[in-house]
């Protein structure tokens, strides 16, 4: 039972490792990798280490599966703190350095927000 | 506090996870005899740690909490920890870092007394690694030139 609730947590964050891959690759620009990346990263990683908790409690509830599968769940908060914050911080960067977003004719999307901010 | 160069988020996030990561590190000295980590590992992450709050706060800030004086002095100490205990069990009559010797020092058993003195060897290990990665790091980030350069203002 446990098992096969790990097999489906896990095979769902493989999927959403799989649309983040097939995102960084297509996509035309910086910002919208990072989106892909992002996003489906951060679930991705969080349902495999909910899945891998999962398979490490197994079926007989003890002190010490707990404690492990507690260790890997802490691993999965600080990702979600740190992972989205990362993307933040290099796409906020990027923005700061002049880089426009991809559009389809070319144009920019909007002024450079520098002059006005400064 | 300097002037704000900084992002909100990215400072928030870095004043919750900057604790954790030093008790981490604390975790991976501690548990270095029964699992991954030690001295080097630990030291390691708390300079990571420090470089995480450069990232958020700009290296003004973190002169301001962490001296490049004190920098140097904690990379000496470190290595005149592991120095002293090795010359202590020398003193007492062993090798170089032999452990077993300092149970004529603590009030416990030489098995004992050994684990205490590696533990106490991959402290001074993990000061000095921390010390010197962020030496390394200052000095990378300045170009060498020490307070000048990009002093968290760019």
């Known amino acids: ?118 | 506090m300097t002037e704000r160069w900084g992002d909100l988020i990215v400072e928030t996030i870095a004043r919750l996870l900057v604790p954790f990561q030093q008790l981490y590190s604390l975790y991976v000295l501690a548990h270095g005899h029964s699992s991954p980590g030690g001295g080097f590992q630990g030291g390691c992450i708390f300079a990571a740690s420090l470089v995480l709050l450069i990232v958020a706060y700009g290296t003004r800030e973190l002169r301001r909490r962490f001296p490049e004086r004190a920098i140097l002095v904690l990379c000496a100490l470190g290595v005149f920890i592991y120095a002293a205990v090795g010359w202590l069990c020398l003193f007492l009559g062993g090798n170089f870092l032999d452990y077993s010797q300092l149970s004529k020092l603590l009030p416990t058993d030489p098995i004992m007394a050994r684990y205490y003195g590696m533990a106490a060897v991959e402290v001074g290990v993990q000061i000095t690694v921390m010390a010197i990665m962020m030496a390394i790091f200052l000095e990378l980030l300045t170009g060498g030139g020490g307070q000048k350069g990009c002093s968290g203002n760019s």
């Open chain 1, 1 to 118: 039972m446990m098992e096969a609730l790990a097999v489906l947590f896990i095979s769902a964050g493989l999927f959403f490792f799989f649309t983040a891959t097939v995102g960084l690759l297509r996509l035309p620009d910086f910002y919208s990798r990072m989106h892909a990346m992002g996003k489906a990263d951060t679930m991705g990683l969080l349902l495999t280490l909910t899945g891998l908790a999962l398979y490490q409690m197994g079926e007989g509830l003890s002190w010490s599966k707990a404690f492990v599968a507690f260790k890997i769940l802490l691993i999965a908060v600080f990702w979600f703190l740190g992972g989205p914050t990362a993307t933040h911080a290099l796409l906020r960067s990027a923005f700061e350095g002049g880089k426009m977003p991809w559009t389809k004719d070319g144009q920019a999307v909007l002024d450079w927000p520098r002059q006005e901010e400064r």
